[in-house]
């Protein structure tokens, strides 16, 4: 069992990936944007934090980049689908370039994240 994040500010996709990782036995925190999810981040120890780009708050560049400070070996998932006149295609790049270890488009494909929280976990450990 590992513990994750879930960072996103669409209470849906919250939802369905706590279900998807508590059904994989894993324990699962939610936050809706990143300023809750690094005030989280830094109460807490997780093995992985999955978390949205485009976001109120705090951003997911400005998680990723708080998180490399505060957790630099953490296992870090991105997702992004773009938004507010921003190009999934950059983001994803952009994402990748601040050490991501996996990032992944929206509309998710829920196997695909399943496979990266798996891979991830396993490379981290
Ligand atoms: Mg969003």
Redesign the pocket.
């Known amino acids: 069992m590992s513990r994750i994040l879930v960072i ?3 209470e849906h996709i919250r939802s369905i990936i706590r279900e998807l990782l508590i059904g994989d036995n894993h324990q699962v925190d939610l936050a809706e944007d990143g300023a809750v999810g690094m005030k989280l981040a830094a109460r807490n120890s997780y093995d992985l934090i999955i978390t ?4 109120p708050e705090k951003d997911g560049f400005e998680v990723i980049n708080e998180l490399k400070q505060l957790a630099p070996g953490i296992g870090l998932i991105v997702m992004t ?1 773009g ?1 507010a006149g921003l190009d999934v295609a950059n983001l994803m790049k952009m994402s990748q370039f601040m050490g991501a270890d996996r990032v992944l488009s929206k509309p998710l494909d829920f196997r695909i994240l399943q496979r990266a929280v798996k891979d991830v976990l396993e490379k981290k450990s």
Request: charged share 35%; proline share 0%; aromatic share 0%.
């Open positions: 996103d500010d669409q949205d780009i485009v976001m689908g938004g």
